[in-house]
């Protein structure tokens, strides 16, 4: 148990839709990453936060958003889906300093039908 | 800046053979490197990493990885593959700010 955990474990939904997946970091990581799966695409970076501020920035659609609450949880927002969304979407969190590992979730499996 | 270059999204090795996966760096600092393993339907879990200390690290599962400044080189090696090793393997490379650069992973098959 990576101490990571995201809800829900799988979700289904139609195109046009918007879900909202949830992270929970390890107890005292300030940052948090989303990467998205995908078969042929991939282990892409989405997106990172740190103590509630974004830090960095990848390959995330403007159909996407993020954000970190006070208690450093973090939900990341996929609206107007598209079936080329279905993916794997991990969180994982990591604390300070260059030398710590991030720890990531068990995923969130988005199937857009 | 920081990347890494994983060769060969493939691996084939018999059960019992060496395991050799290659991972190549790039880094503008002293590099912090990391091996990660993917079982289907799973997330990464750390097998090692390299934080500057003992160039030869070890990790999980009989795991290990050298890191080799002269090549640029943090490859992965196990003397002996068992069935269980059958997984991807991601190698990473963290920077400024606590970013993570992961490759494109290779996909390690055994075969009984």
């Known amino acids: 148990d990576s101490g990571v955990t995201q809800t829900p474990k799988h979700l289904i939904t139609a195109t046009g839709q918007r879900v909202t997946l949830r992270c929970s970091p390890r107890?005292?990581?300030?940052?948090v990453y989303w990467y998205q799966q995908s078969l042929d695409q991939g282990l892409q970076f989405l997106i990172q936060?740190?103590?509630?501020?974004?830090?960095a920035k990848g390959n995330i659609l403007e159909r996407f958003s993020a954000q970190q609450f006070p208690d450093l949880h973090s939900e990341l927002n996929l609206s107007s889906l598209e079936l080329g969304d279905s993916a794997l979407y991990f969180c994982?969190?990591?604390?300070?300093?260059?030398?710590?590992?991030?720890?990531f979730g068990q995923g969130t499996r988005l199937t857009v039908v | 800046a920081q990347s890494v270059t994983q060769l060969g999204s493939h691996v084939s090795v018999s059960e019992g053979a060496l395991v050799l996966l290659r991972c190549n760096y790039s880094?503008?600092?002293?590099?912090?490197l990391f091996w990660y393993v993917q079982y289907p339907n799973q997330g990464l879990q750390l097998l090692l990493k390299?934080?500057?200390?003992?160039?030869l690290v070890k990790g999980i599962n009989g795991f290990e990885a050298e890191f080799k400044k002269s090549e640029t080189s943090f490859h992965l090696t196990k003397p002996s593959a068992h069935m269980s090793d059958a997984a991807e393997y991601f190698c990473?490379?963290?920077?400024?700010?606590?970013?993570?650069?992961f490759g494109t992973g290779t996909s390690l098959t055994v075969i009984p």
């Open positions: 107890s005292g990581d300030l940052s």
């Open positions: 990473a490379v963290s920077g400024p700010g606590n970013q993570f650069y």
């Open positions: 994982a969190s990591s604390g300070e300093g260059a030398r710590t590992e991030a720890f």
């Open positions: 390299y934080t500057s200390a003992a160039t």
């Open positions: 936060y740190y103590n509630g501020e974004e830090r």
């Open positions: 880094s503008s600092v002293p590099p912090y």
